[in-house]
């Protein structure tokens, strides 16, 4: 597999040297000039001198360049952005595994911020904030008018402080009010345990620069407690925001056989990538369901795009969030650093999904089983006052039902997605030549 190596490639989770030199101007055809816009610089000149003598307050000059750059970089799309010394530090160690923070990845949308997905065992998800909500206001300060940087920064701090989110939800009357505690974030991308004898559960939570190794060592561990051989796999991309490209394409890349797995394509040289699957597969064949919905996005994507158009797994759930570029981290200095769209990726069969999204195979609702009564609160015949008595009753405890063992699926049994998906799995296993559930 190729690999650049002039700069970190990193499907952005739209979350949280040698000195750059500027492109040649483009002209009205998008082709390369010769010169540099002299007009608009001139302009600029002239703003930035009038900033310096006339705002109501003196500014620092080196501030003013940095809000300059950071409006020129968020001008043009959504992830790309100007790195400063805080947030450098942060990227480089989120993609590691570890960042502070509210556990959150998050966009902008019509002005405000929000919610891609909460991530796993982190603050905000116990607290309940859930994918799709819109933060209106951060500890009772409108986010209408905050950059996406800015609305971040707010919402990091000391670990062990709260902020409340005044949250605007699908399906709610009134807006929510939900306080958080803040922490540092330490992520698990993988969590693996089997569903049933033979049928293992594989949830990936991110992509960060370990996690094919832990997942890796997750099915490992699956087929060990399942004697050898999985019959099939449930892998659940459901609210992963993506992460790494390398780490999508190495998780791909365990369960193909051959082909491409991605391809990259941007102007610049190193933004023209193809990556290719190695002749193994970690489940020999075995049926593979990969659930998603509309909180996975970027790498989560690449992956379900690439086993799709493989026919390797079945795609269950809802649309994807439709994230199809590339970022690459360029350092400017030791401190700071430009994250900077430079490609597009496709699938296989050459789809770009960039604000499309990945249609699963099989659609479903966004649904969520609940437990009927308990069966102590259901009324019997049994409890009828003068119920006739059963002639061939030979003393057994008509309350037996109650002493049934937990079911081992009660995750499946309440998690709609997941029970279709191990249902469908063992169908498919049965199917499978030499297969049996």
Same mark, same amino acid.
């Given at each position: 597999?190729?690999?650049?190596?002039?700069?970190?490639?990193?499907?952005?989770?739209?979350?949280?040297?040698?000195?750059?030199?500027?492109?040649?101007?483009? #002209?009205?055809?998008?082709?390369?000039?010769?010169?540099?816009?002299?007009?608009?610089?001139?302009?600029?000149?002239?703003?930035?001198?009038?900033?310096?003598?006339?705002?109501?307050?003196?500014?620092?000059?080196?501030?003013?360049?940095?809000?300059?750059?950071?409006?020129?970089?968020?001008?043009?799309?959504?992830?790309?952005?100007?790195?400063?010394?805080?947030?450098? !530090?942060?990227? !480089?160690?989120?993609?590691?595994?570890?960042?502070?923070?509210?556990?959150?990845?998050?966009?902008?949308?019509?002005?405000?911020?929000?919610?891609?997905?909460?991530?796993?065992?982190?603050?905000?998800?116990?607290?309940?904030?859930?994918?799709?909500?819109?933060?209106?206001?951060?500890?009772?300060?409108?986010?209408?008018?905050?950059?996406?940087?800015?609305?971040?920064?707010?919402?990091?701090?000391?670990?062990?402080?709260?902020?409340?989110?005044?949250?605007?939800?699908?399906?709610?009357?009134?807006?929510?009010?939900?306080?958080?505690?803040?922490?540092?974030?330490?992520?698990?991308?993988?969590?693996?345990?089997?569903?049933?004898?033979?049928?293992?559960?594989?949830?990936?939570?991110?992509?960060?620069?370990?996690?094919?190794?832990?997942?890796?060592?997750?099915?490992?561990?699956?087929?060990?407690?399942?004697?050898?051989?999985?019959?099939?796999?449930?892998?659940?991309?459901?609210?992963?925001?993506?992460?790494?490209?390398?780490?999508?394409?190495?998780?791909?890349?365990?369960?193909?056989?051959?082909?491409?797995?991605?391809?990259?394509?941007?102007?610049?040289?190193?933004?023209?990538?193809?990556?290719?699957?190695?002749?193994?597969?970690?489940?020999?064949?075995?049926?593979?369901?990969?659930?998603?919905?509309?909180?996975?996005?970027?790498?989560?994507?690449?992956?379900?795009?690439?086993?799709?158009?493989?026919?390797?797994?079945?795609?269950?759930?809802?649309?994807?969030?439709?994230?199809?570029?590339?970022?690459?981290?360029?350092?400017?200095?030791?401190?700071?650093?430009?994250?900077?769209?430079?490609?597009?990726?496709?699938?296989?069969?050459?789809?770009?999904?960039?604000?499309?999204?990945?249609?699963?195979?099989?659609?479903?609702? #966004?649904?969520?089983?609940?437990?009927?009564?308990?069966?102590?609160?259901?009324?019997?015949?049994?409890?009828?006052?003068?119920?006739?008595?059963?002639?061939?009753?030979?003393?057994?405890?008509?309350?037996?039902?109650?002493?049934?063992?937990?079911?081992?699926?009660?995750?499946?049994?309440?998690?709609?997605?997941?029970?279709?998906?191990?249902?469908?799995?063992?169908?498919?296993?049965?199917?499978?030549?030499?297969?049996?559930?």
């Amino acid at each position: 597999m190729k690999q650049s190596l002039a700069a970190v490639l990193f499907v952005a989770s739209l979350g949280f040297g040698a000195g750059m030199v500027p492109a040649a101007e483009s #002209n009205e055809d998008g082709e390369a000039g010769s010169g540099l816009p002299l007009d608009e610089l001139r302009v600029f000149a002239e703003v930035f001198g009038r900033i310096k003598q006339d705002y109501v307050e003196p500014v620092d000059d080196r501030k003013l360049l940095n809000y300059a750059i950071e409006g020129m970089l968020s001008g043009l799309d959504p992830h790309s952005a100007y790195l400063d010394e805080d947030d450098y !530090r942060e990227i !480089r160690v989120g993609t590691s595994g570890e960042f502070g923070g509210l556990g959150i990845e998050v966009g902008m949308e019509n002005g405000f911020v929000k919610v891609i997905s909460p991530i796993d065992d982190t603050p905000a998800q116990r607290a309940g904030v859930r994918s799709g909500d819109l933060i209106i206001r951060l500890d009772g300060q409108p986010v209408k008018g905050m950059t996406l940087d800015e609305a971040v920064k707010q919402m990091r701090g000391k670990p062990g402080t709260e902020i409340r989110l005044t949250i605007v939800r699908e399906g709610s009357d009134k807006p929510l009010e939900i306080v958080v505690v803040r922490d540092v974030i330490k992520t698990v991308s993988v969590k693996q345990r089997m569903l049933e004898p033979g049928f293992g559960y594989v949830r990936v939570s991110q992509f960060q620069a370990r996690t094919p190794e832990d997942m890796l060592k997750g099915i490992g561990k699956l087929r060990r407690d399942a004697g050898g051989t999985l019959k099939g796999l449930v892998l659940d991309l459901r609210n992963n925001p993506g992460g790494v490209l390398n780490a999508a394409v190495a998780i791909s890349d365990a369960f193909l056989t051959s082909g491409t797995i991605v391809y990259t394509e941007g102007r610049i040289g190193d933004s023209q990538l193809k990556f290719k699957a190695a002749p193994d597969d970690v489940l020999e064949g075995a049926p593979i369901v990969v659930l998603v919905n509309g909180g996975s996005a970027s790498a989560s994507e690449i992956v379900a795009g690439a086993l799709q158009d493989h026919k390797r797994a079945v795609i269950m759930g809802q649309q994807t969030f439709g994230k199809g570029s590339v970022q690459t981290i360029v350092p400017v200095n030791e401190r700071t650093a430009v994250k900077l769209t430079t490609a597009r990726y496709f699938t296989p069969n050459g789809r770009s999904i960039q604000a499309e999204g990945i249609v699963p195979d099989i659609k479903l609702g #966004n649904v969520r089983l609940t437990k009927g009564e308990e069966a102590s609160t259901q009324l019997k015949e049994s409890d009828l006052a003068g119920h006739l008595v059963n002639p061939e009753d030979n003393g057994s405890d008509v309350e037996s039902d109650k002493a049934r063992t937990p079911d081992s699926r009660e995750e499946a049994d309440t998690d709609y997605a997941l029970s279709e998906a191990l249902n469908l799995l063992k169908g498919l296993a049965i199917l499978r030549p030499g297969g049996s559930a």
